[in-house]
Nanobody, 125 residues
Framework: QVHLQESGPGLVKPSQTLSLTCTVS??????????WNWLRQPPGKGLEWMGA???????YYSPSLKSRTSISWDTSKNQFSLQLTSVTPEDTAVYYC?????????????????WGQGTQVTVSS
């Protein structure tokens, strides 16, 4: 079973950089066919995918957030991190990390998703 846990400050001031870490247990970050994602859910809105880092270290981002988002990993600590720059109150949300893992091939392929519990981040002066 893959377990993920988000950590980071719950309050960030406008214009600063939001930094969150996801600590993974039960799996290596380099396990094949796994994407490690960051998502968020602002109050009263739906879930928004922000970006991901793959098992080979390749990163990709939501076009709407790409200019402000950076995802990295520390394989020695089995952690991956999110940085969001120039935050505004509109970045207030519950932030989640998750893992999408695909097993099998062809018609037998299936994807399992594992979630962290989420962490509230408020942007306010």
């Amino acid at each position: 079973q893959v377990h993920l846990q988000e950590s980071g400050p719950g309050l960030v001031k406008p214009s600063q950089t939001l930094s969150l870490t996801c600590t993974v247990s039960g799996s290596s970050l380099m396990t094949k066919y796994t994407a490690w994602n960051w998502l968020r859910q602002p109050p009263g809105k739906g879930l928004e995918w922000m970006g991901a880092i793959r098992d080979d270290g390749y990163t990709y981002y939501s076009p709407s957030l790409k200019s402000r988002t950076s995802i990295s990993w520390d394989t020695s600590k089995n952690q991956f991190s999110l940085q969001l720059t120039s935050v505004t109150p509109e970045d207030t949300a519950v932030y989640y990390c998750n893992a999408d893992r695909t097993t099998g091939k062809g018609w037998n392929a299936r994807t399992e998703t594992y979630w962290g519990q989420g962490t509230q981040v408020t942007v306010s002066s």
